[in-house]
């Protein structure tokens, strides 16, 4: 079975830093960088992108509300002609900034309030697939498993890879838990592990309450802030590894070549 690991990196802003960057992208096969809209900057992405071109990791667009203050994670009602310009404008500046150093981004995921409200609602993940097919249709698509993303992507004919968080926990719907909430997040590495082994070997997301919901399961997120960030991907690469995965970046996946 192919796997990847992919993780959201080069947000730097006054909420998050990019301290663990450099060792997370020797751990990880795809890179999803911010675009300067909830966070980083020119600076920040040349700086991850060559990282990633020295570690052999794929990098993809990260698209958010342009929305520093609150790191893209409010939510917000933008008319549609507004979304397909973020999405638009937001992949062509990685874009840009690839090509001279003699990378593609090959795939995109939306950040934070974007990614959550496009998971529960149709339209808006339909505006959002058709704005990344309007810049190129062989970018993958990553997307939460089970998600109206997916559903959209997948009714347009898009390249999707269907992703789980390691270190989130999920309700019995499939949406990850409010991180209003004390059990949001899985803090310890071991934990973590485990929660993605049983995840990828069972094609099913584990819920909090312990019901288990069949998915489709292509790649694994692992948040790059906190203190036991490195360590929890590190024993995930290690424990996949171990379970007879064979990990890979996403535009070296067979089912995308």
Not at 95 to 123: F, R, W
């Amino acid at each position: 079975m192919e796997i990847n690991i992919n993780c959201d990196l080069g947000e730097s802003s006054k909420l998050h830093s990019t301290e663990n960057d450099p060792l997370l992208l020797k751990i990880v096969n795809s890179a999803n960088i911010a675009c300067g809209y909830h966070a980083g900057d020119k600076v920040t992405m040349e700086k991850t992108i060559e990282i990633s071109k020295e570690n052999n990791v794929s990098i993809g667009a990260h698209p958010s509300f342009n929305d520093p203050e609150n790191f893209g994670r409010k939510r917000l009602n933008l008319p549609s002609s507004e979304i397909t310009k973020l999405i638009i404008n937001q992949i062509n500046i990685l874009s840009d900034i690839a090509n001279k150093t003699g990378m593609k981004v090959t795939h995109v995921k939306p950040h934070g309030a974007l990614n959550n409200m496009a998971s529960e609602n149709y339209e808006l993940a339909r505006i959002i697939s058709e704005s990344i097919m309007i810049v190129n249709k062989e970018l993958i698509f990553l997307v939460p498993t089970g998600s109206q993303m997916e559903k959209a992507g997948k009714k347009l004919e898009m390249k999707i890879a269907a992703e789980i968080f390691a270190d989130r926990n999920y309700e019995d719907d499939g949406n990850l838990v409010s991180r209003s909430k004390n059990n949001a997040m899985i803090t310890d590495p071991e934990i973590a592990k485990k929660h993605v082994i049983k995840m990828v070997e069972n094609q099913a997301l584990n819920c909090y309450s312990g019901k288990q919901i069949p998915c489709k399961i292509d790649s694994v997120c692992v948040h790059g802030d906190g203190k036991s960030a490195v360590n929890t991907a590190e024993e995930i690469k290690v424990g996949l590894i171990k379970s007879g995965v064979t990990l890979k970046p996403l535009d070296k996946m067979k089912k995308f070549i």
